[in-house]
């Protein structure tokens, strides 16, 4: 026998059992979205790996350790999409969506990151990304905040929390960083390797250490909000007006700064304290330099990403994830007659009861044996149909769930009455 293939490391299927709650998650995300009136745009899942070396910036760890690059046979390099914003932004430039236009847009879909798979963060994970370009001033800032918090309300969350920060300008991050830098060169011998090797590269992530022997160490280096540019700091000062009018708590964390270069001014983390080390479930920020930098026009861009694993293992630490519906009815059948007119019933039935999920028995098997597949099914229902149903028109009714219904037998529009007030919760 041949030795069976297993998935890939970190890459996950999802089984029948848990995609009735990826589907209510999407489900409630989609039409989010469309409350604030952003519109789908679906992208490749491989582009051009220049692309993401030019956003993302070719010394981050993304870059340069976690995506899945290869050379296709035509030699071009290709990359397994490690993020959204990148391919969004090129899909708007090559389609004309930014000239002269305002857009808010949102697509969903996998990610591809070779990271060492732990809890909360896979090597294919999928992400909700919403963008949207053409807003200069913080009101879109607030809008994309005031969004993700009322997310946290429809599903119920409690242990979720806020934080902002202002990256400035590309400028006054440019003189910030010779600052920090200097900083940390006084503190060389106490840094990690990372840090070292992020000094020359990226010293703002070095702000993001999770590493706890450097808290000291970046607790006392010098704070961007001290080294922004006046624009910036009026940005920041109305995005935060605009969240207390709104009622949203934040806090402001200096040493928020994002992993992806192309950030600029605002940046803001919804992190849990329920998942561990792996607490943020929604991140964003502007990056209104990014469409140049793509080759575009200069423009205006904020955007945010939702990790759905991670919100999906939020809301079953909290019991927030509700009860699948598998079926409401399962079709038994007794006899040879009966099988087709159950296969007609159940077209029926569907035909007049919108939402109706109603399994029909298949691969022959008796009455009992058919009761045991009714109840494995998650049925709240079992419709049995034997031949003297058939002659008589009716339907045998038997609840499967507890319900305070005794087993009745039902003429076909009493029946289709009786399954629409439990399909519509009308009981």
Same mark, same amino acid.
């Given at each position: ?22 589907? *209510? ?19 490749? &899942? ?9 956003? &993302? ?13 290869? /050379? ?5 390099? =290709?990359? %397994? ?9 090129? #899909? ?32 294919? *994970? ?5 963008? @949207? ?16 918090? +009322? %997310? ?8 979720? +929390? =806020? ?10 991050? @440019? ?24 000094? /020359? ?19 006392? #280096? ?35 700064? +994002? !992993? ?18 792996? $607490?943020?479930?929604?991140? $964003? ?13 200069? !423009?205006?861009? &904020?955007?945010?990403?939702?990790? &759905?694993?991670?919100?999906? @293992?939020?809301?079953?630490?909290? !019991? ?22 159950? @296969?007609?019933?159940? /077209?029926? =039935? ?25 109840? +494995?099914?998650?049925?709240?229902? #079992? ?45």
């Amino acid at each position: 026998m041949s030795k069976r293939i297993q998935s890939i490391r970190g890459m996950h299927d999802i089984l029948p059992e848990q995609t009735p709650h990826w589907q *209510f998650l999407e489900g409630l995300l989609r039409d989010l979205v469309a409350a604030y009136g952003y519109r789908e745009i679906r992208m490749p &899942i491989v582009e051009k790996t220049e692309l993401f070396k030019r956003s &993302i910036g070719e010394v981050t760890d993304i870059v340069e350790k976690e995506m899945y690059t290869f /050379e296709d046979r035509n030699g071009d390099s =290709l990359t %397994l999409r490690p993020e959204g914003t990148a391919g969004c932004v090129r #899909a708007c430039l090559e389609h004309g969506l930014l000239h002269n236009q305002q857009q808010r847009l949102w697509y969903m879909g996998p990610m591809f990151r070779h990271e060492r798979p732990q809890k909360g963060r896979y090597r294919q *994970f999928h992400q909700l990304g919403i963008e @949207a370009f053409g807003f200069p001033g913080p009101d879109i800032d607030a809008e994309m905040i005031a969004l993700s918090a +009322r %997310l946290w309300r429809l599903l119920g969350l409690k242990d979720v +929390r =806020l934080e902002i920060n202002s990256l400035g300008s590309s400028e006054a991050r @440019a003189a910030y960083r010779a600052v920090l830098v200097a900083y940390f060169r006084d503190h060389f011998d106490a840094l990690d390797e990372e840090s070292k090797r992020r000094l /020359e590269t990226n010293p703002l992530r070095i702000l993001d250490s999770k590493n706890p022997e450097l808290e000291e160490i970046i607790a006392g #280096a010098p704070s961007l909000l001290d080294h922004l540019d006046e624009e910036s700091v009026e940005h920041f000062a109305r995005l935060r007006e605009r969240l207390d009018d709104l009622g949203i708590e934040y806090r402001v964390n200096p040493r928020l700064v +994002r !992993g992806l270069d192309y950030y600029s001014r605002t940046v803001f983390e919804w992190i849990t304290g329920s998942l561990g080390a792996q $607490g943020t479930i929604c991140a $964003g920020g502007r990056y209104d330099g990014l469409i140049e930098q793509l080759g575009g026009k200069p !423009g205006t861009a &904020i955007g945010l990403a939702i990790g &759905i694993e991670r919100l999906l @293992a939020l809301l079953e630490e909290e !019991g927030r994830l509700p009860p699948p519906v598998e079926c409401h009815a399962y079709l038994v059948t007794v006899g040879e007659g009966s099988e087709r007119a159950g @296969a007609l019933l159940a /077209e029926r =039935l569907r035909d007049r009861i919108a939402g109706l999920r109603v399994v029909c028995h298949a691969g022959g098997g008796g009455f009992k044996a058919q009761m045991k597949r009714a109840d +494995r099914s998650g049925a709240d229902w #079992a419709l049995i149909l034997g031949e003297d149903e058939v002659t008589a028109g009716t339907v045998t009714l038997k609840p499967l769930r507890g319900q305070a219904d005794e087993q009745q037998t039902l003429d076909e529009a009493s029946l289709i009455e009786r399954l629409a007030r439990w399909v519509n919760k009308e009981d």
